[in-house]
């Protein structure tokens, strides 16, 4: 089994496709949001496997209950969301697409969270595993930004994740 993290996939945000990074240029370059979409299903569906374990960092869709149902529906994997700024609809309906619905969470020392925290709450832990900057980083080394635009619209396995931290803690040791 593997573990996997994403954050901000904003599926069926069509408002999504207008927006541009700092120098001008299309965040996100799908043909439209059909497109965003299934890309972004038969992406996750090649990596994740059925009884691999998925961290959903927020922001997941911004549709009706019905629609973004049935597509979470179509993602492999045991899903776990951490509620980012834009999900609006009611717990009791998370529930029927993830198995556990968190603020935040702690993963072999590295918190997982869809905002950035403040850096100087971040000493308490390796580092912090976050969305919600889409196409930004933090400019801080502690943070790791899984958006989809940072990740090729693709979960990555956390095992990189945590190797990075390893890398970082490593570096700090010398």
């Not at 019905?66 to 776990?80: A, C, H, V, W």
């Not at 580092?127 to 919600?132: L, R, Y």
């Amino acid at each position: 089994m593997n573990t996997w993290l994403i954050s901000d996939t904003h599926f069926y945000h069509e408002n999504i496709l207008n927006f541009k990074r700092s120098d001008g240029t299309a965040l996100r370059t799908f043909n439209d949001i059909h497109h965003m979409n299934e890309m972004m299903v038969l992406n996750w569906n090649a990596v994740v496997g059925y009884e691999d374990k998925v961290y959903h960092l927020g922001d997941v869709a911004m549709a009706s209950f019905t629609r973004t149902k049935e597509l979470i529906d179509r993602l492999n994997g045991k899903k776990i969301l951490i509620k980012g700024n834009h999900d609006n609809l009611k717990l009791a309906q998370y529930q029927q697409m993830f198995s556990d619905v968190r603020a935040y969470h702690l993963l072999d020392g590295i918190l997982l969270a869809h905002i950035p925290i403040h850096p100087e709450s971040l000493s308490r832990w390796k580092g912090q595993v976050h969305g919600h900057l889409h196409a930004y980083n933090v400019g801080d080394p502690r943070y790791f930004n899984v958006s989809v635009e940072q990740i090729n619209y693709t979960p990555i396995n956390f095992n990189k994740v945590k190797k990075y931290f390893d890398n970082l803690d490593s570096k700090e040791g010398s």
